[in-house]
């Protein structure tokens, strides 16, 4: 597929472009000094990337960024060579899937089934094809039995493992997650590294504070600090560097 979209003054796909590249990207809230600072990084085909940083850190508001929830006051992002501006929204957004750090952002109809259904009917999937697969989803996730429940019908990893399923239904080829694993119980978190590690997408971007998780599931880490990208660099040796975390505000559990 090498144009998405016939539309004259639209943006097209780039074949050979970064899957994600951010350029010098300054974000700041309204009447606030800037949360980050000159940010550049890119992520390409294969990279399944840890965003780490202290609570506050802005790991939240750079993924806002990255979808387009929120405007950069200079700076580019591209996704798949693709400018994130209003005008390509649309087109950026059918490649990501970006999961909430509040799950109950996500869901909104009236069961979970029609959670899950609901993006792919939006974008032509045959009714029952998207039951078909929504029912799959549910039973990876445990939930078969909760299909035809409302969303605060179920417990707060739950409804994460909900919107979760929800997002994947749209067979993403981007997946950024914002704190997937909270409200998850030890065995749950396996079970979502697990999931997630099968999973077909070209790029992976999760921030989460959860380091040990962080290892089973990524291969590079970006550490955001002082509205800064401080760390790119594979996960491992950072995560035996236990002085380098401590600095960081990223002390390991206790
Ligand atoms: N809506 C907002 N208005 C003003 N400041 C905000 C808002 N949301 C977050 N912030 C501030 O931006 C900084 C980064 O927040 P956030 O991106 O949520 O960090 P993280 O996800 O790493 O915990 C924090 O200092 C936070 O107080
Ligand atoms: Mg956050």
């Not at 790991?59 to 806002?64: A, I, V, Y």
């Amino acid at each position: 597929m090498k144009s998405l979209t016939s539309n004259p003054g639209t943006s097209t796909y780039h074949p050979n472009a970064a899957v994600v590249e951010v350029q010098n990207l300054v974000y700041a809230y309204p009447n606030q000094e800037s949360v980050l600072h000159n940010i550049s990084f890119s992520l390409n085909r294969g990279d399944r990337v840890a965003l780490m940083g202290a609570t506050g850190s802005g790991k939240s508001t750079l993924l806002e960024n990255l979808v387009g929830l929120k405007q950069p006051q200079t700076g580019k992002i591209l996704i798949n060579g693709i400018p994130v501006e209003p005008r390509n929204l649309p087109q950026v957004r059918r490649y990501i899937g970006f999961s909430f750090q509040d799950a109950n952002d996500q869901l909104f109809m009236p069961t979970i089934l029609e959670d899950i259904t609901f993006g792919p009917r939006n974008y032509g999937v045959p009714k029952a094809t998207a039951i078909d697969k929504a029912r799959q989803l549910l039973a990876d996730f445990g939930l078969e039995a909760y299909a035809n429940r409302s969303a605060h019908e179920l417990s707060g990893g739950q409804r994460r493992l909900a919107a979760l399923a929800s997002i994947l239904a749209l067979e993403p080829t981007i997946l950024i997650l914002d704190e997937p694993t909270n409200g998850l119980d030890p065995a749950w978190r396996r079970h979502l590294a697990q999931v997630l590690l099968k999973l077909p997408v070209q790029v992976m971007l999760i921030a989460s504070h959860e380091l040990h998780w962080l290892g089973k599931v990524t291969q590079r880490a970006l550490v955001l600090s002082g509205g800064r990208i401080h760390i790119d660099s594979q996960i491992q040796p950072l995560l035996q560097n236990g002085e380098a975390l401590e600095q960081l505000g990223l002390p390991v559990d206790w």
